[in-house]
């Protein structure tokens, strides 16, 4: 079946910290990968993707790496800030099914401290 | 503001009843998506629907449905309540392309009592 894998959370970091949020996938076909984030109160927003193999999707400081050999797509930030704190979510989607359905993980809550 | 609107925000509802949830999708988007998301579940999609039709479904339940009216404005249906069906209901829309992004909306908290 298609599903995805995500690090539980929650993470708790201070300012200016190295984020990783681990995400591995499993997918009959070739998938699309996508990061998701959910701020408080608000509903999921698009915060990168990547269609292929090795492909690097990159927004607002963030990116994550299309892994097709480990299949992965972890997301990462150099430096986080407190406006960063959310509910991060990786997903797939499968194109070729002829629907643009998302496969969602659990969803990892990520909180920075100043 | 993604410009999907979601109404009611909230609902409070006792066990056996049934609601209408609806959804306005980004002008121009002809695909629509219901999500649930609860603690325990995560966030599972129920159904898509592109212009009108049944595009694909999820973990819908029976006694859910859903339709998309010739506006393309989507209405969840969730019948016979169960305590277990308290949850936040997205709706999401997209132009459809394969690929393409998704616009969510902000929700709909059910409560069944």
């Known amino acids: 079946g298609n599903s995805v894998t995500q690090m539980e959370g929650p993470v708790t970091l201070s300012e200016e910290a190295f984020l990783t949020i681990n995400c591995t996938y499993t997918?009959?076909?070739?998938?699309?990968l996508f990061w998701y984030v959910q701020y408080p109160g608000e509903g999921l927003q698009l915060l990168l993707k990547?269609?292929?193999?090795?492909d690097k999707g990159s927004n607002k400081g963030f990116e994550a790496t299309y892994r097709k050999e480990t299949t992965s797509f972890h997301l990462e930030k150099g430096s986080v800030q407190v406006s960063d704190s959310a509910v991060y979510f990786c997903?797939?989607?499968?194109?070729?099914?002829?629907?643009?359905?998302?496969?969602f993980g659990t969803g990892t809550r990520l909180t920075v401290i100043p | 503001d993604s410009g999907v609107t979601q109404t009611p925000k909230h609902l409070i509802t006792a066990t056996g009843q049934r609601v209408t949830l609806r959804c306005s999708p980004r002008?121009?988007?002809?695909?629509v998506y219901w999500y649930q998301q609860s603690l325990d579940q995560g966030l599972q999609f129920l159904i898509q629907?592109?212009?009108?039709?049944?595009?694909a479904k999820g973990n819908i339940l029976e006694r859910f449905s859903a339709q998309q009216f010739p506006d393309l404005h989507s209405e969840l249906n969730l019948s016979s309540l169960e305590l277990g069906d308290s949850a936040l209901y997205f709706c999401?829309?997209?132009?459809?392309?394969?690929?393409?992004?998704?616009?969510f909306g902000s929700g709909t908290q059910l409560s069944v009592l």
């Open positions: 990547a269609t292929k193999a090795d």
């Open positions: 002008s121009g988007d002809l695909s």
């Open positions: 997918a009959t076909g070739y998938p699309s």
């Open positions: 999401a829309s997209s132009v459809g392309d394969p690929g393409g992004k998704l616009f």
């Open positions: 629907y592109y212009n009108g039709e049944e595009r």
């Open positions: 997903a797939l989607s499968l194109l070729q099914t002829g629907a643009n359905n998302l496969f």
